[in-house]
């Protein structure tokens, strides 16, 4: 089970955390990633990361403004977020998936992010 927490209103310039904490697993096995869906568009891959801090993706738009990171201690993912863009406004939904599955298999019911400029 995943559970995001932080989301809201955010002004541009500003800075925003996003967390998901995960229960009912080995958090270490899976490798954690947010995406995000704006209305009426589908749903992206915003970032993941493996286990170790050593395997990250970002998807181009994001890059060099958020940030991924997890707690293998307190089985938590983290996504910051800095400097926003209004077009970054979107429900952003925290999933795992182990590495032998190619698809993104849990899923978090997903907190809605503004950006206002």
């Known amino acids: 089970q995943l559970v995001e927490t932080g989301g809201g209103l955010v002004q541009t310039g500003g800075s925003q955390i996003l967390s998901c904490l995960a229960s009912?697993?080995?958090?270490?096995?899976?490798?954690m990633a947010w995406f995000r869906q704006a209305p009426g568009k589908e749903r992206e891959l915003v970032a993941a990361?493996?286990?170790?801090?050593?395997?990250?993706y970002y998807t181009d738009s994001v890059k060099g403004r958020f940030t991924i990171s997890r707690d293998n201690v307190k089985n938590t993912v983290y996504l910051q977020m800095s400097s926003p863009k209004p077009e970054d406004t979107a429900v952003y939904y925290c999933?795992?998936?182990?590495?032998?599955?190619?698809?993104?298999?849990?899923w978090g019911q997903g907190t809605q992010v503004t950006v206002s400029s």
């Open positions: 999933a795992a998936r182990i590495a032998t599955i190619s698809s993104y298999h849990v």
């Open positions: 990361i493996g286990w170790s801090d050593n395997n990250i």
């Open positions: 009912g697993g080995t958090f270490r096995n899976y490798i």
